[in-house]
């Protein structure tokens, strides 16, 4: 059942005023017009949804709509009050009768008659759809002790949903059976930690209901968490120029490579150094206030280590383990 909203507080607030013994004169002008009754109509049956809509009653004042509801005969009881005129009631059960009439309640507190009772049986017709944006990012940095490869995907909007099953394979053009279920998660993320360095996965995700009924795959997505970056030069010990030349050795799958250059282990960032596809790069300093770049300064130690992408725009994949130097 769906938690009450905010507005059955504002209801409240309103039979407050309504019994607080006001004035005489300040409620008789609006005694003889209560709200009238709303005509109320079932606009839409789904898998676990029942979609309700009505007329709004003429009324000087704000008025709240109080939805009641029903179940197999049951005495009715509110399960929401809103300010607009439609209402969707979901997670409900199959094949159940739901009955709702709807009740206007002016600013004064005062209820105006009851709108027509509809009902409806939310079936379990239709499959999920099959979910979208698909993404699949792979992750390989030693320092943070992380392997994986990272879901996510646009959530699913079925009033039955349950949640998504992810299905993986090395084959690119698979299609998602029981033995590459590798999941069911509720939410539209999930981490793969069962992963090998340099395998490229290929990932499926469907949506399943409350009935079991699954949808059909999504678009597939794929990455690979690439090998750690092997630095050539400089490195520990060596002296490097301030204009230094960096170099590591290729890492297979890697699109584009990024040189990052610091003052500290952690933290300090001076370079600015555009991705490359190139196994060597000259170190260009960060823009500082102005047009002066920032410049290694001789005799500094500084540290260096190399960003690997599968992905364009140099999305962090694998991350190389960290050297320094000296300038001279």
Same mark, same amino acid.
């Given at each position: 059942?769906?938690?009450?909203?905010?507005?059955?507080?504002?209801?409240?607030?309103?039979?407050?005023?309504?019994?607080?013994?006001?004035?005489?004169?300040?409620?008789?002008?609006?005694?003889?017009?209560?709200?009238?009754?709303?005509?109320?109509?079932?606009?839409?049956?789904?898998?676990? %949804? $029942?979609? @309700?809509?009505?007329? =709004?009653?003429?009324?000087?004042?704000?008025?709240? &709509?109080? *939805? +009641? !509801? #029903? /179940?197999?005969?049951?005495?009715?009881?509110?399960?929401?009050?809103?300010?607009?005129?439609?209402?969707?009631?979901?997670?409900?059960?199959?094949?159940?009768?739901?009955?709702?009439?709807?009740?206007?309640?002016?600013?004064?507190?005062?209820?105006?008659?009851?709108?027509?009772?509809?009902?409806?049986?939310?079936?379990?017709?239709?499959?999920?759809?099959?979910?979208?944006?698909?993404?699949?990012?792979?992750?390989?940095?030693?320092?943070?002790?992380?392997? %994986? $490869?990272? @879901?996510?995907?646009? =959530?699913?909007?079925?009033?039955?949903?349950?949640? &998504?099953? *992810? +299905? !993986? #394979? /090395?084959?690119?053009?698979?299609?998602?059976?029981?033995?590459?279920?590798?999941?069911?998660?509720?939410?539209?993320?999930?981490?793969?930690?069962?992963?090998?360095?340099?395998?490229?996965?290929?990932?499926?995700?469907?949506?399943?209901?409350?009935?079991?009924?699954?949808?059909?795959?999504?678009?597939?997505?794929?990455?690979?968490?690439?090998?750690?970056?092997?630095?050539?030069?400089?490195?520990?010990?060596?002296?490097?120029?301030?204009?230094?030349?960096?170099?590591?050795?290729?890492?297979?799958? =890697?699109?584009?490579?990024?040189?990052?250059?610091?003052?500290?282990?952690?933290?300090?960032?001076?370079?600015?150094?555009?991705?490359?596809?190139?196994?060597?790069?000259?170190?260009?300093?960060?823009?500082?206030?102005?047009?002066?770049?920032?410049?290694?300064?001789?005799?500094?130690?500084?540290?260096?280590?190399?960003?690997?992408?599968?992905?364009?725009?140099?999305?962090?994949?694998?991350?190389?383990?960290?050297?320094?130097?000296?300038?001279?």
């Amino acid at each position: 059942m769906n938690a009450p909203h905010y507005t059955v507080f504002a209801l409240i607030g309103f039979l407050l005023c309504a019994c607080s013994g006001g004035n005489e004169s300040t409620i008789g002008p609006k005694e003889a017009s209560l709200p009238e009754a709303s005509v109320l109509r079932v606009s839409q049956i789904g898998d676990g %949804e $029942i979609r @309700l809509s009505w007329q =709004a009653v003429a009324d000087e004042g704000d008025v709240v &709509y109080v *939805v +009641y !509801r #029903s /179940v197999q005969g049951s005495e009715a009881v509110v399960v929401d009050s809103t300010f607009r005129t439609q209402y969707g009631d979901r997670e409900l059960a199959y094949e159940a009768e739901y009955a709702y009439y709807v009740i206007a309640v002016d600013d004064l507190g005062r209820e105006g008659p009851r709108s027509n009772s509809v009902s409806g049986q939310p079936f379990n017709n239709l499959a999920p759809l099959a979910p979208t944006e698909l993404r699949a990012v792979g992750h390989n940095i030693s320092l943070l002790d992380q392997l %994986e $490869i990272a @879901l996510d995907w646009a =959530a699913n909007g079925e009033a039955d949903l349950v949640g &998504y099953r *992810v +299905y !993986r #394979s /090395v084959d690119a053009s698979f299609t998602p059976t029981s033995d590459l279920l590798i999941a069911e998660v509720e939410t539209p993320r999930y981490i793969d930690l069962a992963i090998e360095v340099g395998t490229m996965y290929y990932y499926q995700v469907t949506a399943f209901d409350r009935g079991n009924k699954e949808s059909a795959g999504s678009v597939g997505a794929s990455d690979l968490a690439l090998p750690l970056p092997e630095l050539v030069e400089p490195i520990t010990g060596q002296l490097a120029s301030a204009k230094t030349v960096f170099s590591w050795r290729p890492v297979a799958g =890697a699109l584009s490579y990024r040189v990052i250059v610091t003052t500290s282990p952690t933290s300090g960032e001076v370079s600015d150094m555009e991705l490359t596809a190139d196994t060597t790069a000259v170190f260009n300093g960060r823009t500082l206030l102005g047009s002066a770049q920032e410049t290694l300064v001789s005799g500094e130690i500084y540290y260096w280590k190399i960003i690997a992408s599968t992905r364009d725009g140099g999305v962090e994949n694998s991350v190389s383990a960290i050297e320094d130097f000296k300038v001279r």
